[in-house]
């Protein structure tokens, strides 16, 4: 039986996430809800919508859907969390799961009491690169751990309510650069302690960062490096991973297909097999977990400890000081 499932919010990744789902017919029903009647419509049309609403609240009332898809603002999870699960539809936020722990916790209880799904939509943990990478890792082929490092440098010029400090819950860092901290996460382990510093702004009408730095140790000594940025001069760059263990070193775009693994005697290029973006497979496992009544993979508490080190470099940056995550 196929999942229906209503993007909430016709705004720009609504775009890209509708995209990728039209190899999924069949599978997922898409439907469209915005607070413009006609912008929804456009997008069921655009994307091959089962049909269109013109409120949140007449979307999560239709029994054909089974599900939402909230792409949302980052002030608006919350509320939309509790609108959902009033209307015991499975919910799928996009990231950050929140701005803040307490508005992060209130989803998770609300989304528990009223017994529905709660997945955060972390598609990068989903990239066929990142897992082709945790396979290698998990395999014991890079030794032991040394260091992840990551960088994303580009010239995106937010606009709307990301320019809002309070709205978005911060910059850059809480913004792209919590799928960074997904990843270092996932592939590395909770680190025990940040620092993290903001780069000199340029985006001056952005209230939050427009640039960070992110350290981080884990309890056996790896570092962590992030280095993300929305003012780069000279257009985008690379979304560039590397991992170094003590015996290979592996490396790979974000963007890409390939992992480059270099162990000292040679360098092999690896083709990672799978879903490029990570939307694909991530709506598979939000409709798999409802069907099979499990934690679906980047579960509630997933979006919590990717917060929560997010939060806790935002501390550090304010204070200038290394904070501890235990
Ligand atoms: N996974 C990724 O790689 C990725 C990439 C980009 C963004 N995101 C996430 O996706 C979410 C949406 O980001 P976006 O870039 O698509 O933002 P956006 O272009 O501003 O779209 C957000 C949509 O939310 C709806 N909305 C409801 N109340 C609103 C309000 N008071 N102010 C503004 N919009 C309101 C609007 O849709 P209607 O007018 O149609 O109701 C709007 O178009 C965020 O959580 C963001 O972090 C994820």
């Known amino acids: 039986m ?16 509708a995209q990728e789902m039209q190899t ?3 599978e997922v029903d898409l439907f469209f809800a915005s607070r413009d009647s006609q912008r929804a419509a456009e997008y069921a049309v655009a994307f091959n919508g089962k049909a269109s609403f013109g409120s949140y609240e007449t979307a999560t009332a239709d029994p054909r859907v ?18 959902a699960a009033a209307a015991e539809k499975h919910i799928l936020v996009e990231k950050p799961i929140a701005r803040t722990m307490e ?10 009491r009223a017994g529905v799904t709660l997945m955060v ?18 395999s014991g082929a890079l030794g032991e751990l040394r260091m992840i490092q990551m960088q994303e440098e580009t010239d ?36 025990a302690d940040v620092y993290a510093t903001a780069l000199p702004q340029v985006l001056d009408q952005l209230e939050g960062e427009d640039g960070v730095v992110v350290l981080t140790h884990s309890r056996s000594g790896t570092v962590g490096l992030i280095n993300h ?57 939000f409709r798999d977990s409802i069907r099979q009544g499990r934690e679906p993979e980047t579960s509630g ?19 200038g000081h290394v904070v501890s995550l235990d």
């Not at 508005?103 to 528990?112: L, M, N, P, W, Y």
């Open 103 to 112: 508005e992060a916790r209130s989803i998770v209880q609300t989304a528990q």
């Open 229 to 285: 940025s929305w003012a780069k001069v000279g257009g985008k760059g690379p979304k560039w991973v590397t991992v170094s263990g003590a015996k290979a070193r592996i490396s790979f775009d974000l963007a890409g297909t390939q992992i480059t693994i270099n162990d000292g005697l040679e360098e092999r290029t690896l083709e990672a097999a799978g879903d490029r973006h990570g939307l694909v497979p991530m709506v598979l496992e």
């Open 66 to 83: 089974e599900a939402v898809y909230l792409c949302t603002p980052h002030f608006l999870h919350r509320e939309h969390v509790a609108m």
């Open 121 to 138: 939509a972390e598609n990068y943990r989903f990239m066929a690169v990142v897992r082709r990478a945790k396979e290698l890792i998990d």
């Open 2 to 17: 196929s999942l229906g499932l209503c993007v909430i919010g016709c705004g720009d990744f609504a775009k890209v996430f």
């Open 156 to 191: 995106f010029r937010p606009g709307g309510w990301r320019v809002s400090r309070e709205q978005n819950g911060g910059g850059v860092l809480i913004d792209g650069g919590i799928h960074k901290i997904d990843i270092l996460n996932y592939l590395v382990g909770r680190p």
């Open 301 to 319: 508490s997933v979006g919590l400890e990717d917060l929560e080190i997010t939060l806790k470099a935002y501390e550090s940056m304010e204070s």
């Open 24 to 26: 999924l017919a069949g």
